[in-house]
């Protein structure tokens, strides 16, 4: 990984489309419509270790890889090797159960050059008698789309309870199926002992952007107003840590912050469940977004850290902060950010999540629309067609004193300087311009 050891993310950055006065549309975040939906199928297992601890290892892949190049190789070597400590990330201090309710949750990997891929994982036990071991049916893919997998893992688990066997030509089956263009729906056929041939269908949601987001996890569990602290501490990349206990609260909230900042994105250190070995990620002196389970909290806080936010997502509180985060964004920016969200909260017609994801998306899409959407207009271009970003007269254009105060502090973070590298790089003819 690129950042904070071996499972990490650095942020993918896609281009922007530069539009006069406002900002730019980006593309699906990981990969297009066409692509296979996944590369592997793992099941991670608790094997028993001579010292009595339990270590997860791979236990079954799908498809095996054959005729690989060196480098390919050594690259899906590296991706196994990490696997198994994200789909157990809270450590070795398990004992056999007779009862254990199945979570959904996710990981991020980032390779050296950038490119990334996404764990989804269901964790369940195996149907049987007596006690067993959980264990974790992992799909590797570059496509975001969270609710989409967690559809596909159901499918996973229901045929789990009946045989392995039964997984093998479901898998298959999606992986000769063509991932759909947003909005789109795919068909898969399988058949299953007793049952017969069931259709299943697997649609893409209409906004690439909010594909792998789930905002109403965030509401649930924040204040509109602790939220907006959060915002405005992730806009200034600081070091941001969630606590919770469950796996699937720490991945959704966090792929939920992180998705407010779009059009722009986090470029920094990225674990949505930090494995228990890697705790001292937390001592990073660089920007970091991370998920830590509830249990750690006590050897977090007795980590040499620096400043940090620390957020408890359980009791929907701040356990930690600089002290500044009241203070960070323009008052009137956000009071009309907070009247859009408390307006959701009271918006008992807000049914789905996909309006939920629209509504709060729009909110802070709006938020950066008039505190940065005439970054176009400043973006000065050569006769060579490449452009050259005149920051002190965007900022001196921002009428407001407390806008544009805020403002001369983000244009010098990574992901505004990612933002107009790519801009720079995709001029689309104005009108006017000939």
């Known amino acids: 990984a690129s950042e904070g050891k071996d499972g990490a993310s650095a942020a993918e950055n896609t281009p922007p489309q530069v539009s006069q006065g406002k900002l730019g549309e980006r593309s699906s975040v990981f990969c297009s419509a066409g692509q296979f939906f996944f590369e592997y199928l793992v099941v991670v297992s608790l094997k028993k270790m001579p010292d009595g601890r339990y270590e997860p290892k791979i236990t079954y892949q799908f498809p095996k890889r054959e005729n690989l190049l060196k480098g390919q190789k050594e690259e899906e070597e590296r991706l196994l090797q990490a696997i198994p400590l994200f789909c157990f990330p809270d450590g070795s201090n398990w004992v056999p159960v007779t009862e254990f309710t199945s979570e959904t949750f996710s990981f991020v990997l980032t390779n050296v050059?950038?490119?990334?891929?996404?764990?989804?994982?269901?964790?369940?036990?195996?149907?049987?008698?007596?006690?067993?071991?959980?264990e974790v049916f992992c799909i590797i893919s570059c496509l975001g789309c969270f609710g989409l997998f967690s559809k596909i893992l159901d499918e996973v688990e229901k045929r789990r309870q009946i045989s392995m066997a039964v997984i093998y030509p479901f898998m298959q089956g999606l992986r000769e199926s063509p991932f759909p263009a947003p909005g789109k729906?795919?068909?898969?056929?399988s058949f299953i002992p007793e049952s017969g041939t069931e259709l299943i269908e697997l649609t893409r949601p209409v906004d690439a952007h909010l594909e792998h987001v789930e905002f109403q996890a965030l509401l649930q569990r924040l204040s509109p107003h602790l939220i907006l602290h959060i915002f405005a501490s992730a806009m200034l990349e600081r070091r941001l840590i969630f606590l919770a206990e469950e796996l699937s609260v720490l991945s959704q909230c966090i792929h939920a912050v992180a998705a407010l900042l779009y059009p722009f994105t986090w470029a920094h250190t990225y674990i949505p469940v930090v494995p228990e070995c890697l705790l001292d990620t937390v001592c990073c002196p660089t920007p970091f977004?991370?998920?830590i389970q509830m249990r750690h909290l006590q050897r977090v806080l007795e980590q040499p850290m620096e400043e940090a936010l620390i957020v408890d997502l359980c009791e929907g509180k701040i356990i930690q902060a600089v002290g500044d985060e009241e203070e960070?964004?323009?008052?009137?920016?956000?009071?009309?950010?907070l009247v859009s969200l408390n307006r959701h909260n009271n918006n008992n017609n807000v049914h789905t999540s996909e309006q939920v994801n629209a509504l709060v998306s729009e909110a802070f899409v709006h938020f950066f629309v008039r505190l940065v959407g005439h970054y176009a207009s400043h973006i000065k271009w050569g006769r060579s067609g490449s452009g050259s970003f005149q920051e002190r007269a965007f900022c001196k254009a921002i009428t407001s004193k407390s806008c544009r105060r805020f403002v001369k502090k983000f244009v010098k973070t990574n992901m505004f300087?990612?933002?107009i590298e790519e801009a720079e790089k995709s001029r689309i003819p104005q009108e006017g311009n000939g």
């Open 417 to 419: 300087s990612l933002f």
């Open 289 to 291: 977004m991370v998920g």
């Open 113 to 134: 050059d950038g490119s990334r891929k996404i764990g989804y994982c269901r964790r369940l036990l195996p149907s049987g008698r007596g006690v067993r071991l959980p």
């Open 328 to 337: 960070i964004l323009p008052g009137k920016l956000q009071n009309e950010m």
């Open 185 to 189: 729906t795919v068909t898969i056929k």
